[in-house]
C-alpha cells in the first residue's frame, strides 16, 4: 500500500513527538501538535513562528489558562519543510530539529537540552 507524502509527513511528527513524549510526559500533557500544509497567509509573523528566511516552518501558540483554558498548541508546516529537503532522512532530521525548537521554547528551555 502506498502512502502519500501527507502521511508520512505526519508519521515523521508523530514520532519525534512520541519520542519527546516519554521523556517529557508531565511537561506536555495538554499540549496539541498539528500540522497544516502551508502557514496562513499575513504580512508580519509574531515571534512564535519559526522561520526560515521569511518562510514560516511551524508556530508555537502558548495557549491561554483559566477556565476555558486554550491548550498549547505547536503547528508544524509541511511543505515549507518537505521543500528544504533532499530526501527522507532529511525531512526526518528536519522535523525533528523543529518540533525540539518549538517544545523548547514553550518549556523555556534551550533545544540542545531537549536533544
Known amino acids: 500500500m502506498s502512502r502519500t507524502k501527507a502521511e508520512i509527513f505526519d508519521d515523521l511528527v508523530l514520532d519525534t513527538v512520541e519520542g519527546l513524549e516519554r ?4 511537561e506536555l500533557a495538554g499540549v496539541e501538535f498539528a500540522v497544516e ?15 526560515d ?20 498548541r505547536i503547528v508544524v508546516y509541511r511543505r515549507p519543510l518537505e521543500f528544504r529537503s533532499g530526501d527522507r ?27
Not at 521523556?23 to 508531565?26: G, L, S
Not at 500544509?37 to 522561520?51: F, G, K
Not at 528566511?53 to 498549547?72: N, T, Y
Open 23 to 26: 521523556r517529557y510526559a508531565q
Open 89 to 115: 532522512d532529511d525531512l526526518a532530521d528536519l522535523v525533528r530539529d523543529v518540533v525540539i525548537e518549538q517544545v523548547a521554547n514553550l518549556l523555556g528551555m534551550s533545544p540542545d537540552d531537549i536533544q
Open 53 to 72: 528566511g521569511s518562510v514560516p516552518l511551524a508556530r508555537l501558540l502558548p495557549g491561554r489558562p483559566g477556565r476555558h483554558g486554550v491548550p498549547p
Open 37 to 51: 500544509d502551508v502557514p496562513p497567509d499575513l504580512n508580519v509573523y509574531d515571534s512564535d513562528v519559526l522561520e
